[in-house]
């Protein structure tokens, strides 16, 4: 025997929506940015916005990208490979060393790098230009993998 239920709103309510399961479960990441581009920093803020997501920091170095994590400790970090002084690559090793568990995916204008990136780690390799959906998909993917 099937039993039908009717769920009949007040008339105060204007609008239910019903939200898949699989969808239901959306974590909010915290991120960081870095990228020795202010103008990159601003465009991957920019596309957070609205997002749900918070950007706990953007900066322009590794040295600065190793004291930011250390410090806040997010959920994600977004990182360039071309950088003075301390390059991507080498600020991807030592926060591995720091967390083996950081998830860090790399934003580049090059393939060049996926390799290395990879063997060192790196959750995923995103290449610029993106867009936002490609942004949010990297997200969504780093925290249901639990990489």
């Known amino acids: 025997m099937v039993h039908h239920v009717c ?33 990159m920093l601003d465009i991957v803020r920019g596309m957070l916005e609205g997002s749900g997501h918070e950007v706990i920091g953007a ?6 990208a190793l004291e930011a994590y250390q410090k806040h400790r997010p959920d994600i970090v977004f990182l360039d490979i071309n950088m003075p002084e301390i390059n ?12 083996p568990d950081v998830r860090i995916i790399i934003i580049s204008a090059s393939r060049q790098h996926y390799d290395n990136a990879m063997n060192l780690g790196a959750t995923s390799y995103l290449l610029k230009p993106f867009t936002r959906s490609d942004i949010l998909r990297e997200i969504r993917n780093s925290l249901e993998n639990n990489t």
């Not at 009949?8 to 239901?24: D, E, Y």
């Not at 900066?59 to 600065?64: A, F, P």
Request: aromatic share 4%.
């Open 59 to 64: 900066v322009t170095s590794g040295k600065e």
């Open 7 to 39: 769920f009949c709103p007040p008339p105060s309510v204007k609008a239910i929506i019903i939200i898949p399961a699989q969808l239901a479960y959306h974590h909010m990441a915290e991120i960081l940015i870095v990228d020795d581009a202010k103008i």
């Open 88 to 99: 991507g690559l080498e600020t991807l090793r030592e926060m591995k060393l720091i967390d």
